[in-house]
């Protein structure tokens, strides 16, 4: 009886499996953007009824497109998408360009005309990011003004119509956040839509009421089931890599945001931008 050779089946079905892991982690995943609804209030704070309060960070907008995938075309849908759901308010937290200067980036003037086209009858916000400190965030903050685009670094506005304030905290992992400075003009036991790009600012602020939220953590990019979060940049915990956050009797929203870092990865960590409503 002739004998034929075994063939390798199970290295042929664990090369089958990883081929497609790689594939979703490395294409698909990354530029699946989840559109998440949340909710504005909580027991302590009731917000005005209707008020939708809609966030994108992390846009990390480049040239090369098929690394960093945040290019112009799909920032552009993006940029739609928010604009179709109608929100009143838009915070934007920071690290709109990808890299730190070198010629993976839009210019920063190309980006902010990208995200100026973002509407929202109340206004749209921002804060830099480490990203764009890295860039140079005195000309990030002159070109999104221009744009029309608020930025409140360390600083606070009151929301037209409403008696909330909207509060810019500046980026910890850069050295630039001062909680105290950016809540200081808000007038005691007033309504406040604080956002932050690095979370570990939650720590040190002083008590609000309202909504705050925070981006540059991505999620992690990969995060393992029964896990979390492999990495998570800056001096927040790993437990605040994403989603709500609870510390000391307050909570604070973290997205996973729209674009990558590092590595053009995300694993069970869509990239999104959340309407709060």
């Known amino acids: 009886m002739t004998a034929f050779p075994r063939r390798p089946w199970g290295r042929i079905a664990a090369a ?75 915070l934007l937290p920071g690290d709109f360009l990808a890299g730190s200067g ?3 980036a839009f210019s920063i003037e190309d980006m902010a005309a990208v995200l100026g086209r973002l509407k929202a009858p109340q206004g749209v916000y921002a804060v830099l990011g480490n990203h764009d400190w890295w860039h140079d965030g005195e000309r990030t903050a002159r070109a999104l003004s221009a744009q029309g685009i608020r930025v409140l670094e360390n600083a606070s506005v009151r929301l037209p119509g409403h008696d909330i304030w909207v509060v810019g905290i500046g980026d910890d992992s850069t050295g630039h956040s001062a909680p105290d400075k950016a809540l200081a003009g808000v007038p005691k036991g007033a309504a406040t839509l604080v956002m932050m790009h690095d979370p570990f600012s939650f720590a040190t602020m002083p008590r609000t009421q309202g909504l705050v939220v925070a981006s540059h953590t991505h999620g992690g990019q990969v995060s393992v089931p029964g896990h979390g979060a492999l990495v998570v940049p800056g001096r927040a915990p790993r437990e605040w890599a994403y989603g709500w956050i609870a510390h000391k009797g307050r909570r604070m929203y973290v997205t996973s945001g729209l674009g990558v870092s590092i590595l053009p990865v995300r694993f069970n960590m869509r990239p999104e931008w959340v309407m709060f409503r």
């Open 102 to 104: 070198d010629d993976e």
């Open 16 to 90: 089958l499996v990883l081929a497609a892991l790689a594939a979703w982690g490395f294409v698909i995943e990354p530029r699946w953007v989840a559109a998440r609804i949340e909710p504005l209030g909580s027991a302590q704070w009731q917000p005005p009824p209707g008020l939708k309060v809609a966030m994108a960070g992390d846009w990390h907008l480049t040239t090369r497109s098929a690394w960093r995938v945040t290019g112009a075309e799909r920032a552009a849908r993006i940029v739609d998408e928010i604009n179709a759901a109608q929100p009143d308010v838009i």
